[in-house]
């Protein structure tokens, strides 16, 4: 018995690596484009408890809202309308508007994961990427852990920010860049914290950075950051002791405000750790018929808080190149001129603005406080370019002079830094 996984269209074939974020959105677009997609996806089955939260930002939602699913997206989420920043001892110190939704990562890729099957998109689990093959003919052969393989006319690889595909396909291509940050994060419902009104407080405490909104239900979303020079094992912070975790966290904020210990005993849930990483700007994004988007091409550091809408936003621009130009190579050399500077703008700005968590001593402290009204006027601006990004699904990509460029693409407000013109 053959061990090929065969796909039975006359259309054009696209192999999709990962059903995170990515993943599931450029299947659907790719449906509406007239091209057959199958998702490959590493986990065995969905999970949809992994992760923990994360806000998704207007110009995401906008891309949901092109499929018709932003709503669904945004009734299982609570709006963030400011961030509240405060010193370790609750000193207000600035405020940032937001216009984001909160909400559980499981959910998010449980929707998008639903939205595709109900579309008609194929999702494998149980399907890890060993390595990719592009045939002479120039399309793409996806060899999985478990010894198949699937043949398609391009592959995308929406593999995350450990990518395979990218591994395979540009083994040369730098490794994502470990930020010296470690971000905590959990969820837990304790008596005394007041609801928060749509409000996120942030607290640059004396050893960590603690942000906390209290959502429906009295339900506490938190997170922390925190500095670690070199880089740690993965699986050893993982296997750390959840009790041992939680009191290495109340120890860094020991000399900070309430209801920081309050929130952080009070989890008895188990608290998630990850060394925060970013991607190097990789010299190219595609390699003949395989391509990456998403993390697999640009990750950001978390506190950005735009990793996923980067990634909504590269998938219905993908798909669009791929609709209107007439050869999949040209496609993403499209793609990566439309994308490239705007993710990588983004990609720079969140490095700067983590290094602003690191522990201070009173005379930093100091400077900062004084110093944070400023760059929180940057940072609304930066948030105002980000958020104002907006994709028409409707407009034609076009090339010209080994350019791309979008037609008509002047009747839209504000097209970001790069649109390709
Ligand atoms: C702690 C933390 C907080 C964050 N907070 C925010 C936030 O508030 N706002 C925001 O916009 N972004 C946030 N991000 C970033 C955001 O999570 C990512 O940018 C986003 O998930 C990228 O989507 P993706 O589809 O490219 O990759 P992922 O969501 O990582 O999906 C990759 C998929 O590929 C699968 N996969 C991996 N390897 C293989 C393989 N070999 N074979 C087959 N399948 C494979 C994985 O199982 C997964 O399903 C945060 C990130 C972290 C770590």
Redesign the pocket.
Known sequence: MSNEITLGTPERRALI???????PVLAMFLKRAGIYPVI????PEPNDEA???????LN?LDVLDTLGIKEDIESLGTPTTSIVFQNHRARRLGILPQT?TLLK?GLL?KVLREQAIRRGVTVEFG????DVEITPQRTAIAR?EDGTEARGDFLVG????????RRSIMPDAPEPRYAGLI?T?GFTTTAGVSPSGGVMRMTFGTEGFFGYQVVAFGEIFW?QNSTQAIEPDRKKLEAMANDQYRQRLLDMHRHDHEPIAKIIRSTESRI?R?P?YDMPSLPAWYEGPACL????AH??L?S????????LEDAIVLAKCLRDLPDTEMAFAAFEALRKDRVEELVEQARRSGSRKVPTNALTRGIRDLALPFFLKVGAKNAERAYSYRVDWDEKVAWSAGTAREESADARPDPGPNCGR
């Open positions: 690596v990962g059903c995170g974020i990515a993943g490959y996806e590493g986990q992760g923990f939260f994360l806000n998704l930002a995401g984001t990562r890729n399907k890890r990427l060993k999985f929406c593999d995350g920010i450990h990518s395979r595909t971000d994060g997170f998630g990850w925060s988007i998403g993390d697999a990750a950001t978390p950005a808080g735009q990793g996923a809408s980067m990634a």
